[in-house]
């Protein structure tokens, strides 16, 4: 029997990441429909933001993660803080929503509002 250990599973756990965050910082330096492409530096900065706010709010798929950094770039970075976007800050703080709910409902309020 194959047997994998920890320190194995570890080092193929932050490869991954490591690729995936690469994507993430390309795909964020490429204009988007109305949103601009970043620079290499904002494009990092951002994915470092995203990551660490994505595990904040329990969103943990990587289309999710990259949906919470479109919403970033387009409400601006620590929205979750300003008044007038308090209903979706209390989204992303709800325990009770999965990461795919807390996306789809703040993409949801995004689209209705016009933002």
């Known amino acids: 029997m194959l047997q994998v250990r920890q320190e194995q599973i570890d080092v193929l756990n932050d490869h991954a990441q490591e690729v995936f965050e690469r994507r993430l910082a390309e795909y964020f330096r490429r204009p ?5 492409g970043l620079a290499r530096f904002d494009a990092l900065a951002l994915v470092q933001h995203t990551v660490t706010m994505a595990d904040a709010y329990g ?9 919470l950094g479109d919403v970033y770039r387009r409400l601006g970075w620590g929205f979750e803080d300003e008044h007038e976007f308090e209903d979706l800050a209390s ?17 949801e309020q995004i689209a209705h509002t016009g933002m």
Do not use: H, Q, W
């Not at 989204?91 to 409902?105: D, H, M, N, Q």
């Open 32 to 36: 988007r429909g109305d949103l601009a």
């Open 59 to 67: 969103i943990e798929a990587d289309d999710d993660i990259t949906a």
């Open 91 to 107: 989204v992303l703080r709800a325990p009770t929503l999965s990461g795919y709910a807390k996306i789809e409902l703040l993409n």
